[in-house]
């Protein structure tokens, strides 16, 4: 299977989640093969090794400048075959939109997708590997498929000790993740704003939970908070750099350990296959 890149330019804009700005996000077809971010004429590919900060979102810096809030974005062209495109942003982070990846799913689909003329390789585990953070855990086991069983556990009546589990392709990724929107507290948005931070932020893009349930409205689907985890590990992910082939065991995870764990698999296993022909040998599946 060939790379592929989007059909022909579009743009989008929306306001950012903290600086409360206006942000636009042009989309330009390459064949370079990579995922690129172009601000303030610095080029930083969608990498672990731009990776300078991971503190509620992901950023990706070099050279001084920096794109925050890239989870998303990454998470949509991930699940969609984008291997190589240019996005320039004219802003320190990708707007926020209303919380999800819906928007760029949205975009993708209606602009097409074309081939590159360069093969395709994936990103394949071949022996358990796991990684630890305090008591959270990813624990990452060949699998053919790209699946991933994630247990959420906060000190709440509605998020103790959720799990689930999917085999994450376009179809499940539309009717169950991309549309799920991120989770946080009363007492943060408080503390966040404080700080002066979150100057986007609105109930139209987070659910809103104080200590008995939601205080905005009804979720849209079940487990939301859960599906957005998902989301960001599967955007957080594909910094490896190359589409990830291979089932992850996610136990309280987020965008620190996510990074944490992509940059010691990469060091620890040669594990960069083009993808697996007939008769290949994984080691038998099995589950934690
Ligand atoms: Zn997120």
């Not at 097409?112 to 022996?127: A, H, P």
């Not at 539309?174 to 799920?180: D, V, Y």
């Amino acid at each position: 299977m060939n790379m592929q890149t989007i059909r022909k330019e579009f743009t989008l804009n929306g306001i950012g989640l903290h600086t409360g700005k206006k942000v636009n996000l042009h989309f330009i077809p390459s064949d370079h093969g990579k995922v690129t971010f172009i601000s303030k004429g610095i080029n930083i590919d969608a990498h672990y090794d731009n990776v300078i900060s991971t503190n509620f979102a992901v950023t990706l810096g070099r050279s001084g400048v920096s794109i925050s809030t890239v989870e998303h974005l990454l998470s949509a062209l991930h699940i969609f075959g984008i291997d190589s495109i240019y996005i320039e942003i004219d802003g320190p982070e990708i707007p926020i939109f209303e919380g999800s990846a819906r928007i760029f799913v949205d975009a993708i689909k209606s602009i097409g997708t074309m081939d590159i003329d360069e093969k395709r390789t994936y990103f394949t585990v071949t022996e358990p590997f796991q990684v630890d953070m305090d008591d959270k855990y990813l624990l990452f086991l060949p699998s053919k498929k790209f699946e991933v069983k994630y247990t959420i556990s906060f000190n709440h009546p509605l998020l103790d000790k959720v799990t689930e589990e999917f085999i994450l392709n376009k179809k499940s990724y539309e009717s169950k993740i991309c549309f799920s929107r991120t989770f946080t507290f009363v007492n943060v948005i408080e503390g966040l704003r404080e700080k002066g931070l979150i100057k986007g932020g609105s109930l139209d893009n987070a659910i809103v939970l104080d200590d008995d349930g939601i205080v905005n409205g009804d979720l849209r689907i079940e487990n939301e908070w859960l599906k957005h985890k998902v989301l960001d590990l599967i955007g957080d992910i594909y910094l490896l750099g190359k589409p990830f082939m291979g089932r992850i065991v996610a136990y309280k995870s987020g965008h620190t350990l996510d990074v944490k764990a992509i940059r010691a698999i990469s060091n620890h296993q040669r594990t960069v296959y083009a993808i697996p022909k007939p008769g290949y040998q994984f080691l038998p599946h099995f589950n934690k």
